[in-house]
């Protein structure tokens, strides 16, 4: 079975702190994927990467930033939080098809 | 622009009824599409997928139908139970592995 983890569940930090989320996925996948899910408004992509060191924005990364250091591994990375990155952050993996599978999600809470 | 939306937010269904999950589509290029169920807290499940070459698709207790002629897709759950409680998110390919998906639906089952 496709695993996909997540590095934290919940999270809750502060505005302005710098944030990690990690993300690995242990199927030697080439493709990772960011996403939030807010309310509403369904998932929408932050970044992706097709391969090591290689990523691409989505549809909302401002605000965030991505590393893909190794295959298995994909980080999303908040500068400096805001209130209205508070969320559920899902990250997804894919080899060459388009069937994506995610992770457990992290719901993160600036304050 | 272009979108993948779903008909209705909610659904409420009594336990062993069908349940149909509709889905409408305005890319008309897109050749690839996705059903996934998100559980209270879990990040999505894939379920069930269709290629555009295909009219319907069969899963256990689930079919996905595939109507081009008005970019509609759904998904058909058979006698469903409470564990199929979730939300229901279809999502299509927009090409370089990346897929787009809609808002949601909520399924509640009643005992």
């Known amino acids: 079975d496709v695993k996909v983890t997540q590095s934290s569940r919940y999270l809750v930090k502060r505005t302005g702190e710098k944030v990690f989320l990690e993300c690995v996925q242990d199927m030697d996948h080439e493709n990772m994927f960011w996403y939030r899910q807010d309310p509403g408004l369904g998932l929408r992509l932050i970044y992706f990467?097709?391969?090591?060191?290689?990523?691409e924005k989505g549809d909302i990364p401002e605000g965030y930033s991505v590393s893909r250091e190794k295959k298995e591994r994909f980080s999303l990375i908040l500068e400096s939080a805001s209130t209205n990155q508070t969320s559920m952050y899902l990250c997804a993996s894919s080899s060459q098809t388009d069937t994506q599978y995610f992770g457990p999600g992290t719901r993160l809470t600036v304050l | 622009g272009e979108s993948v939306g779903l008909h209705l937010p909610t659904l409420s269904v009594q336990e062993g009824d069908n349940s149909i999950i509709n889905c409408a589509y305005s890319?008309?290029?897109?050749?690839?599409f996705i059903w996934y169920k998100q559980e209270s807290g879990k990040g999505p499940q894939f379920i069930i997928d269709?290629?555009?070459?295909?009219d319907k698709r069969q899963g256990q207790r689930v079919t996905v139908l595939l109507n081009k002629t008005v970019k509609h897709l759904s998904l058909q759950i058979a006698a469903t139970q409470p564990g199929d409680s979730a939300v229901y998110f279809c999502a299509e390919n927009k090409g370089d592995y990346k897929l787009s998906f809609g808002a949601g639906t909520t399924v509640t089952v009643r005992a």
């Open positions: 890319n008309s290029a897109s050749d690839y």
């Open positions: 990467s097709y391969d090591v060191k290689m990523k």
């Open positions: 269709i290629r555009s070459n295909m």
